[in-house]
T-cell receptor, first 114, second 113 residues
Framework: DVKVTQSSRYLVKRTGEKVFLECVQD?????MFWYRQDPGLGLRLIYF???????EKGDIPEGYSVSREKKERFSLILESASTNQTSMYLC?????????????FGNGTRLTVT | QKEVEQDPGPLSVPEGAIVSLNCTYS??????FMWYRQYSRKGPELLMY????GNKEDGRFTAQVDKSSKYISLFIRDSQPSDSATYLC?????????????FGQGTRLTINP
């Protein structure tokens, strides 16, 4: 079974802090993704990566950056956290670039910015 | 207009009922259609996927796609309390070798024993 592990289940941070969300997958998948999930808005893609040291912007990249130094690890960085970044963050991986390649999700990190 | 629209519910039905979950979409380029299930405090997991119009069955679940109407449905027969979850539709297309997947808002479903 593919396992995608997000390092924190809950995080509480203050406005202006730099925040790191970590994600590790154990199935040697090439592709990794960061989504945020908000009520009424569904899942929205923040950033994704098809290879080590490679990153592409998703639909809502503003205020975020990412790092992929190793194939199994994909980090989401909030450079200066703001209250509108309070959300559930979901990391996912997939084995192929094709649109029908299933996403395997972690269990999410619920971030609260006060 | 959102590319994918899904009734957020919540939807509450008695055990054994037939459940119908629906999504509409506006982008005729979508090639793949998926349903993900998300239990409380868990990440979504792929339930079904199809790429053509018509029906696809998997046990008690049937995914239906109507490309001419830009409408997809998930039917659950003999619903069980363990089916209580949020169901997300997702539509995918390849653009210049890159994968684009768009999710619906999710429908929260409760099956009452």
């Amino acid at each position: 079974d593919v396992k995608v592990t997000q390092s924190s289940r809950y995080l509480v941070k203050r406005t202006g802090e730099k925040v790191f969300l970590e994600c590790v997958q154990d199935m040697d998948h090439e592709n990794m993704f960061w989504y945020r999930q908000d009520p009424g808005l569904g899942l929205r893609l923040i950033y994704f990566s098809y290879d080590v040291k490679m990153k592409e912007k998703g639909d809502i990249p503003e205020g975020y950056s990412v790092s992929r130094e190793k194939k199994e690890r994909f980090s989401l960085i909030l450079e200066s956290a703001s209250t509108n970044q309070t959300s559930m963050y979901l990391c996912a991986s997939s084995p192929r670039r094709a649109a029908n390649s299933p996403l395997h999700f972690g269990n999410g990190t619920r971030l609260t910015v006060t | 207009q959102k590319e994918v629209e899904q009734d957020p519910g919540p939807l509450s039905v008695p055990e054994g009922a037939i459940v119908s979950l629906n999504c509409t979409y506006s982008n005729s380029a979508f090639q793949y259609f998926m349903w993900y299930r998300q239990y409380s405090r868990k990440g979504p997991e792929l339930l079904m996927y199809t790429y053509s119009s018509g029906n696809k069955e998997d046990g008690r679940f049937t995914a239906q796609v109507d490309k001419s109407s830009k409408y997809i449905s998930l039917f659950i027969r003999d619903s069980q309390p363990s089916d209580s979850a949020t169901y997300l539709c997702a539509m995918g297309v390849e653009i210049q070798g890159a994968q684009k997947l768009v999710f619906g808002q999710g429908t929260r479903l409760t099956i009452n024993p």
